[in-house]
């Protein structure tokens, strides 16, 4: 009986250690569904993340995307460090960025990656600034789509699948049209009939009135 009694307290305690530790392991990005799962597993130990922690998603700062224009984001990259002294404690971390610029609900792992770096970033918070030109596909491309940004250990991530370590973050984000041309304003060809008929019709005119003198 107390055999039993130890197996299911020891099965009760190993259940709330294991819900305890995935309530912070797990980090998902938010982006619908038809985007794929992008998961991110906590290591508990010189952990890094965008932003102010691995669950905010507050570590991109996008400029606007206007189509056929340079557009730019400002990455916050933090590392938790170590945890102790530790000279030249730093963390090689990779960062990739997709934006779903035909709004077809899904992240081409290639055609559309607008970033990807990797560097060694110091405890603390490091800012990265980096730009992407945004393409014109015309109105297909324009309106509201998803931005998804992973910090990974390695490089070559793809938008989707699990990785222990650093973090995803996923941004609604709006793509605006570029700006419609400006310069003179060439007449349509049917109005240049138009005023080719009533010169015409002028000089007639004119050309009846010096008869008649
Ligand atoms: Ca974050
Ligand atoms: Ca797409
Ligand atoms: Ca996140």
Not at 95 to 101: A, E, F, G, M
Not at 132 to 141: E, I, R
Not at 163 to 172: A, F, N, P, T
Request: proline share 8%.
């Amino acid at each position: 009986m107390n055999f039993r009694k130890n197996l299911m307290l020891l099965f009760l305690v190993g259940l709330l250690i294991s819900c305890a530790v995935n309530a912070h392991a797990l980090l998902i990005g938010d982006a619908p569904a038809s985007y794929g799962p992008a998961v991110h597993t906590d290591p508990g130990f010189g952990s890094f993340w965008f932003g102010s922690s691995n669950d905010a998603d507050n570590g991109l700062a996008i400029s606007t995307l206007e189509q056929g224009s340079i557009a730019s984001i400002d990455f916050t990259i933090h590392y938790e460090g170590l945890g102790f002294p530790f000279p030249g404690d730093v963390v090689s971390a990779a960062v990739d960025v997709w934006i779903d610029w035909d709004i077809g609900g899904t992240f081409a792992p290639d055609a559309e990656k607008i970033l990807s770096f990797v560097d060694d970033y110091g405890v603390g918070d490091t800012i990265v600034s980096k730009t992407f030109s945004v393409p014109n596909l015309g109105p297909a491309g324009v309106g509201m789509t998803w931005l998804r940004a992973r910090l990974s250990p390695t490089p070559g991530t793809a938008p989707t699948g699990t990785i222990v370590g650093g973090e995803v973050e996923d941004y609604e984000v709006e793509v605006t049209a570029a700006p419609s041309p400006s310069g003179p304003v060439i007449p349509e060809p049917s109005t240049l009939g138009l005023i080719g008929v009533g010169i015409l019709g002028l000089l007639g005119i004119g050309i009846r009135q010096r008869k008649k003198k």
